[in-house]
């Protein structure tokens, strides 16, 4: 029998050193377990999200160096494994050193290397220029390398083949996005299978967690290892990766498929995994029993998701305390139940700064989640310095409107007080912010809108809610956030005019602006206010986005309305929108579209398309 | 005699109908003066930074559109221009619709279609991924085209051909990166040139000001012109583009090659242009009289560049008005004199802020630097917060060292009273922070890293001082900035240890520490400390960094220290300097790197490679 390992481990972006010696440690517990072959994630090595560090040949070279380490560890075992491969005679398009994103089979200590392929490794074929990924940047593709050698990428879509007890095992070696064929030319599974009979698919992966994906998964590579008849092993890392602006979370979840594509293994998500089988089990036409895959489209992802990501993002950051501004809305009150959760209560200080404006009902509401998560409190108000600026401002002979009062209030909160109080706690604070917000910038540059980490930020108000009833339901099976928190109107409180006990709150309407925002953000095509306008005058507007049927026509009396509203928030979302994320804190990435990296933008004037104005001038005046 | 105009526009990013009307005025001013042929620049109509707004089809359709207007105003004179081009009926490989960086030529009122291409354009064959471009994120190039279609790439490479009074012409299309081929593996002009015999090559361009670039592409672009023995004509845009984090001047500066590749006609930087020149006299083997082009590589080339991009970006965000925090230090007194220049005086409010901590030296030197500039000019005080937030962090049963408290005092300046007063003077604040400060995050974070803008942010300290002579010299020709301020030690002033009158100040060693930063994050072949080491123990240094020779022995006694020292920044570099810069304002852009996303980064932990701990051992312990 050929006992085949998957290590999903958890790869530290940026330390071969680590990465290398953890690799090792699987090594030695897979050899002790008489495994023949062991499998790494993509770029286990270096990690994947480094930015412009590929561009340091130090760097490159130390990670070929803890290759060909990994290497002679190949004895008794042979290893699988992703890593930089570096052609130091030959130039990558930029000028700089040629770097593939490589597949490389280490067999008796050293690189296995077939007759006709240029290298002793695999080039990835198809790089992904979307999202958050970056690989023409850093990386030559198979295809560009094809063009350069006048071949056909067919050809160059060679297994590797490796000996195993006396047995040949053809291996179609896939990195990642290769097995997301769908949309590309060429399709390097199909091809690999067509050309020559193989034994396993393998596909080393660093992909990381976006909402829903694995469900989509399963399906693509069931049908791909189905379509072939071939097995198809999915190796993915854990941990997590950022390109500063963005924090991405990778769930592991390698996945074994068989020939009929079923799923026959699972690593659980968010956790380092040792995982065997037998190669033989996977030939069976009908393979042992199929497992269940959890599904990964709800809150419960989305929490596991955030979880992982707030605890490894503290730890590789070496922060252990968290200061958290607390209103007694419901933002800052799941922030500090997620906070409480990972980091214990003792870590987290919860601060409310009222001013003449907050309400005793949030402030008690405040105190009350701080009782409930055993968090210490402190009420720090901010009246005082508040009138010092407004009176320093005017004896500069300037005036600050009620307007600007409310900004300054913000930033009082967050850059004087919340800071200072994070320093002395010995830690950081949070930034709050939900998606909603963020994307309109309905918040203060240097106020609410600052922090650490944005770890709510890849949510909408609506998923925001919905976290903080998981939280009191399922993390803590107690209401550790008052259900007052659920139901008062949300609120800035800045003025009178955000008066929660009179029911004024924010000007959003989120069970439609959520949902409008979404459209503008995450939709693959993405939508704009011509799209918008043409589903108004279809009345397809609530299908179009999601949201429940006839708000449109209660929330907007008439055309104008409706045009007004979805101007202003455009208006906002390209404009004061953007100048503000420019300098938001890292965003923990959820869904498939988070600000940040993965939501490129530029601080553009505002456009509205001739078709639009049509529409508008159409609706507006309808008897034309 | 067939006319040609070049059309050196303002391109202002996402405003289609704004650039097409602009076009349409140029084309009318050319058909006026009687011109055959005009040109403009590489995506005149969309504009080329625009993020992530290529995902949205209606803007695409807007793009489509006006290119269509364009085409129709062809009557008389035939007009080359760069657009998005979309294939509605193909997915590009992120499943998007297909979009081409394309070459436009249109003629009777439409657009030239030739036999055996698919399109009735030409498609952009390089496409950068470097620095600043994601162009590969966005657009198919050519070499994918061909690899889909199975045909080399060469064989795509075919002239435009248009009909001028009875004669047809046939133009190599070049689109930018396309002429700048020196390191891939396909080269379109020398393609283009060898296949078929042209009358003229055509580079349509949108290439960012780099310090520097222009005096290469002079060099590149004349040799490109007399190897196909073709004169070349190159038309670049100007005005100011971004990606979020990073400001980028246009400089225009088109420049007609001869065919024997001497330059003929060169248009001013930072201007709009109409410029023309006769075909039949860059037919002459000796063309008339070259012209000198400047030299673009000193320091009133960053004066031009800081000039115009602050200029256009004020007028782009629609601000008219500024506030400056001056502290009587180099950085602070440069940007108010680069404002107060081009904002006029009494749009500059500036803003001294001292605490106890600040010399009266520094405080006269900033009063005399409002009255030399004819600002307006107020004192306020930053104590009496700052006792107060020292107080209620106590009161919190917190406390706060000294170390924190220098960062209470940054913060207080800038988020509490230089926010408050830019808001009140109806403008914004100026982030005076330099590329030194900024690289190893020596300045804090909602403090004096933060502002609407850091203009000086990708300027060297000696680079600051240099632009402060310029100012005083070359700008004011009279000594606005006091020449006191050259003189005294750079510091912060935020603690007894930063005492300017004593002579103390900040922790970094000018002269050698902005030349080691410079080989970390400006070197194309990035420096690291292991790059360092070995300079270091072949004594060549300051050789490798360009600094001082002999300083390095001077500044560090001995191996140990010139290690600490190195290890010191290179962890601030990797660290809380990106930590900082995710949350910095956008930085406007000089050098062949600057912050934000023309370096990108993740927030990683610190690493020294294997080879950097060896050499590391071998310096300290010398026995061995």
Request: with cysteine.
């Amino acid at each position: 029998m050929l006992k085949i390992a998957l290590a999903q481990i958890k790869v530290i972006p940026g330390r071969p050193d680590l990465n290398a010696q953890k690799m090792l440690q699987f090594i030695e517990r897979a050899k002790a377990e008489q495994a023949d072959l062991i499998l790494f994630p993509e770029m286990s090595i270096p990690g994947y999200l480094l930015g412009d560090t590929w561009e340091q040949p130090a760097f490159l070279r130390d990670c070929e160096a803890w290759g060909e380490t990994i290497a002679q560890a190949a004895d008794t075992i042979c290893i699988l494994f992703g890593n930089v491969a570096i052609d130091w005679q030959k130039n990558a398009d930029d000028g700089r050193v040629r770097k593939y994103n490589a597949f490389f089979a280490a067999q008796n200590g050293k690189f296995v290397a077939d007759g006709s392929f240029p290298y002793p490794f695999r080039i990835k074929t198809l790089q992904p220029n979307y999202r958050e990924f970056d690989d023409d940047r850093h990386f030559y593709s198979l295809r560009k390398l094809a063009q350069e050698l006048s071949t056909p990428v067919d050809e160059l879509l060679q297994p590797i083949c490796v000996n195993i007890g006396g047995r040949t095992l053809k291996i179609g070696a896939l990195l990642c996005e290769d097995g997301w064929s769908d949309d590309y030319s060429v399709k390097p599974a199909a091809t690999l299978s067509r050309r020559t009979p193989l034994d396993l698919l393998v596909n080393l992966s660093s992909s990381p967690f976006t909402l829903g994906k694995n469900d989509k998964r399963h399906r693509v590579f069931s049908r791909q290892a189905r379509d072939a008849g071939v097995p198809l092993i999915y190796v993915n890392n854990v941990g997590i990766q950022n390109n500063g602006k963005t924090v991405y979370t990778f769930d592991g979840c390698s996945t074994v498929y068989g020939r009929n594509g079923d799923t026959l293994l699972h690593c659980p998500p968010f956790e380092e995994q040792l995982a065997y089988l037998f190669f033989e089990e996977l030939q069976l036409a009908q393979a042992t029993s199929a497992v269940r895959v959890p599904d990964d489209r709800g809150i419960d992802s989305i929490y596991s998701c955030l979880r992982y990501g707030i605890e490894s993002f503290l730890e590789q950051t070496g922060l252990a305390k968290m200061v958290i501004g607390v209103s007694g809305g419901i933002d800052s009150a799941v922030a500090a139940a997620l906070y409480a959760h990972i980091l214990k209560p003792a870590n987290v200080l919860l601060v409310n700064m009222p001013s003449q404006y907050n309400s005793p009902t949030t402030i008690n509401l405040a105190h009350q989640l701080a009782e409930n998560l055993g968090c210490r409190y402190v009420e720090i108000p901010i009246g005082e310095s508040v009138d010092l600026t407004v009176r320093q401002i005017a004896a500069a002979g300037l005036s600050l409107t009620a307007f600007m009062r409310e900004n300054v209030q913000a930033r009082d909160r967050s850059s004087r007080i919340l800071a200072a109080a994070a320093a002395a706690f010995g830690g950081a604070f949070t930034c709050n912010a939900n998606k909603s917000e963020m994307t309109v910038g309905y918040c203060t540059l240097y106020g609410d809108e600052s922090g650490c980490l944005a770890a709510l930020a890849d949510l909408w108000k609506h998923q925001v809610y919905a976290l903080g009833r998981w939280l009191n339901e399922q993390v803590y099976a107690r209401p550790v956030i008052p259900a007052e928190v659920f139901s008062i109107v949300p609120s800035a409180e800045l003025s009178p005019e955000q008066d929660v006990d009179a029911g004024k709150g924010d000007p959003l309407v989120y069970p439609y602006h959520d949902y409008l925002f979404r459209s503008f953000v995450e939709r693959w095509q993405r939508a704009t206010p011509e799209d918008l306008l043409s589903w108004y005058r279809e009345g397809t507007v609530e299908k179009n986005l999601g949201c429940e049927p006839g708000l449109v026509a209660r929330v907007f009396p008439t055309a104008a309305d409706f045009i007004a509203d979805l101007e202003r928030w455009w208006r906002l979302y390209t404009g004061m929108g953007v100048a503000k994320r420019i300098q938001a804190p890292p965003v923990l990435a959820v869904s498939r579209r988070a600000f940040g990296f993965d939501h490129r933008e530029a601080q553009n004037p505002v456009h509205f398309t001739q078709r639009y104005l049509q529409l508008k001038q159409q609706l507006l005046s309808p008897e034309k």
